[in-house]
């Protein structure tokens, strides 16, 4: 008996089945769809299953694990896109807080000459 330990749980497989079908053990244990419990049911009838019924359930997994790829494609283009749209937006948020900050020094600076410029004329009368 084989034994694969998948996120904390062991599978049980016989070791026929583990060398006979790797593939399909591979997407039996990687499928999203099937719980553990369920994972380890699949194990347990397989050697039962007719070739027919083995191939129809590789399909299955193989055709999951295609439209999830492509799923996560999907997503990971949008997820870019959105990324570089923020990205442009927080870099305009960052110089306009910026350009604020420069005006900001500019009026200070402006107030000081003009507070100077007011304590020499009375110092000069």
Known sequence: MAQITRDGFTFTILDEIQVQY????????GSESIDNNEKQYWFDILPSMTHDQIDRLFNILMTERHQLEELNMKYQEEIKTLNEKHLIEWQALQSQKAK??????EQSDTSKADAADTLGLLGSL
């Open 100 to 105: 604020q900050q420069v005006q900001k020094a």
């Open 22 to 29: 790797t593939e399909l053990v591979d997407l039996i244990v």
